[in-house]
């Protein structure tokens, strides 16, 4: 409500605000990028370094997952790691994958490949198991950093950008107005 003044989420020695798993990634110039988490007011962990970069991660709703992008493979894909264990790695993509979001019950996993949307069944007990990707639909739709598209509570409708069609005319005047 604007009523305190803003802080940050994922920075060291910052309070968080409840015992929910937050995770991020960092820059390093020795590992490239990197996944880092932070449960409740904890200090901020570094959860996965290695030579390949890891980026976008997102916590399953169970908090007992990551999925997240890596280039191990010489191109960006979907994989999975327990939380806060890190032993096991499942890949959830086939033929690239970036922008992972879990669906709200932790059923499936969206994923963006190009101009592909994707969705892949899991399922998370007893362990970790995706099924193939499928298809949801395909579009010249904007893509930005970070994440382009939004994904309803119940996973049947997307929210994505589209690209703006008509070109803007250039400004050939301008109104100023002086003592308003």
Do not use: H
């Not at 096991?88 to 592909?116: A, L």
């Amino acid at each position: 409500d604007g009523s305190s003044p803003p802080e940050p989420l994922l920075d060291e020695g910052q309070p968080a605000d409840s015992s929910r798993v937050v995770a991020s990634f960092r820059s390093n110039p020795t590992t490239g990028l990197d996944l880092w988490v932070r449960k409740g007011n904890q200090p901020l962990q570094p959860f996965l370094r290695t030579e390949a970069s890891e980026a976008a991660p997102t916590v399953s709703p169970d908090e007992r997952w990551i999925a997240y992008v890596s280039d191990e493979s010489g191109q960006y894909e979907i994989y999975v790691r327990p939380y806060p264990v890190r032993e096991g790695k499942w890949p959830v993509s086939t033929d690239g994958g970036e922008e992972p979001i879990w669906s709200r019950d932790g059923k499936e996993i969206f994923y963006r490949n190009g101009q592909k949307w994707m969705a892949a069944s899991v399922r998370l007990k007893p362990e970790f198991s995706a099924d193939k990707p499928k298809l949801l639909f395909e579009g010249p739709y904007v893509n930005v950093a970070g994440k382009s598209y939004a994904v309803t509570k119940n996973g049947q409708r997307f929210l994505v950008l589209e690209p703006v069609e008509k070109e803007i005319e250039p400004v050939s005047y301008l109104n100023i107005v002086f003592n308003w």
